[in-house]
């Protein structure tokens, strides 16, 4: 071997440490992240966003890096549930804002909306992100609609812009805490039910990426690829199993989330799908092949589908799944163009499209046979929501009253002494 011939110095060739940024926007949002990244085993770098200098002290105190935004705009007193005024204060805080998502590869996202910071800045950020051409996986929190006309409008007009801005965006509205199994839990244990979907989410995005103990993980290439069009509807649902028949409990628990039912979701089918798995034990190769089956037989996936798994001794005979996907086409009259900033936009290799107007032509629009119509708004998916005294009109009475039909099914059954009868 001649010395031109020499094998590469150590370290040579090594793949770069993907740069994952976990930011929470909004009081309620960062509180959530302070926690995830202090209880959590979260791979990824952890920032609290906020106009509130009160709320940023306890996520400090976490150790999560702070980010104080708009002090000449709201003087660190918060936004006072105003979504224009959080949205002036990110405008404010763009260099700070710029330089915070420096360097990063994938930006999670977390919002609550309703309120000033998390419904004005957090789209702020997101219109910054997709400027740069930075993949944003967004989970957004909605307020129960029993908070009022103002919260309940500026909560879906945020979640329409962050949907047209994002390449994956969830929707965890709190009326879906009705619509559990455990719907009858006390009010701080429903938001653990939430919390739980949101942990899972955002675990599964860093473990099924970063996973560094050999095991079976996802390329961020593959997964990029899984939104290559910002504003399509994010296939995304977690499963929970426990016990002798953990596989199946987790599988059918993941087969009737509620995520699956938002506004801005589609339950598939989808071309490509990311299957992460979380459990106690090295698994056997049946085992994961079943999951994964399953899983395409209900959810799509026939293009390509990534399969992932962890093991954390900690989850002993638990399971925990999570599928993430996109359906629907694109729906360029939803891009919500951000206001005019110094840095350029984003260029076709930056690998993320973004659709303007020009980009969609006549032949663009799909024939009535291949319209993939979600099963959440049908072919009204791309019109803002019909809100009438802070009502979404377009969500049946049951789901905005928050009744659960299989438990109301069960009690008139027991009336008609007709219980356990199909």
């Known amino acids: 071997m001649t010395e031109s011939e020499s094998l590469p110095p150590p370290g040579a060739g090594t793949p770069p440490v ?62 006072g549930a105003d979504a224009a005024r959080g949205a002036l204060a990110a405008r404010a805080s763009d260099e700070a804002l710029r330089s915070m998502l420096a360097g990063t590869d994938l930006l999670i996202l977390v919002a609550s909306l309703g309120r000033g910071t998390g419904s004005g800045a957090a789209v702020e950020i997101a219109n910054l992100a997709r400027e740069v051409g930075l993949l944003c996986v967004c989970f957004a929190t909605t307020p129960f609609s029993w908070e009022g006309t103002a919260s309940t409008k500026q909560a879906s007009e945020a979640a329409d812009a962050l949907q047209a801005n994002c390449g994956a965006f969830i929707l965890l509205e709190n ?79 993941l087969f009737r989330c509620p995520l699956l039912k938002t506004r801005t979701s589609a339950a598939g089918p989808s ?51 999570c599928v993430f996907g996109a359906t629907g086409k694109r729906e360029a009259s939803r891009v919500v163009h951000p206001s005019p900033r110094t840095a350029p936009p984003p260029s076709r290799e930056s690998g993320m499209l973004v659709l303007s107007p020009d980009d969609v032509g006549a032949d663009a629009v799909p024939a009535d046979d291949e319209l993939d119509i979600p099963d959440s708004r ?45």
């Open 271 to 321: 071309e490509t799908l990311a299957v992460h798995i979380e459990l106690g034990a090295e698994p056997q190769i049946s085992f994961i092949n079943e999951i994964v089956q399953r899983v395409k037989d209900r959810f799509g996936g026939e293009s390509r589908t990534f399969p992932s798994y962890a093991v954390d001794p900690a989850l002993g005979s638990r399971i925990e799944l």
């Open 175 to 253: 009326n879906l805490l009705a619509q559990t199994e455990d719907a009858g839990a006390s009010y701080s244990e429903g938001f653990r039910i939430s919390d739980r979907w949101l942990e899972t989410g955002i675990s599964a995005c860093c473990r099924m990426l970063r996973n560094d103990a050999g095991r079976m993980r996802v390329d961020f290439a593959a997964f990029r690829g899984l939104f290559p069009v910002v504003g399509m509807r994010t296939l995304f649902s977690v499963g929970f199993g426990d016990g002798a028949a953990a596989q199946e409990d987790a599988l059918t628990d």
């Open 18 to 79: 993907l740069r994952v940024k976990l930011v929470g926007v909004g009081g309620s949002a960062c509180r959530t992240v302070a926690r995830l990244c202090r209880e959590k085993q979260i791979d990824a770098e952890c920032v609290a966003v906020d106009t509130s200098a009160a709320d940023l002290a306890g996520a400090a105190a976490s150790g999560v890096r702070t980010l104080l935004i708009g002090e000449n705009v709201a003087g660190g007193a918060g936004a």
């Open 378 to 422: 049908g072919v009204f998916g791309s019109l803002r929501s019909s809100l009438f005294e802070g009502l979404d009109l377009d969500k049946p009475t049951y789901f905005r009253k928050q009744i659960n039909l299989e438990r109301e099914l069960e009690k008139k059954k027991k009336a008609l002494g007709l219980s356990g009868a199909k």
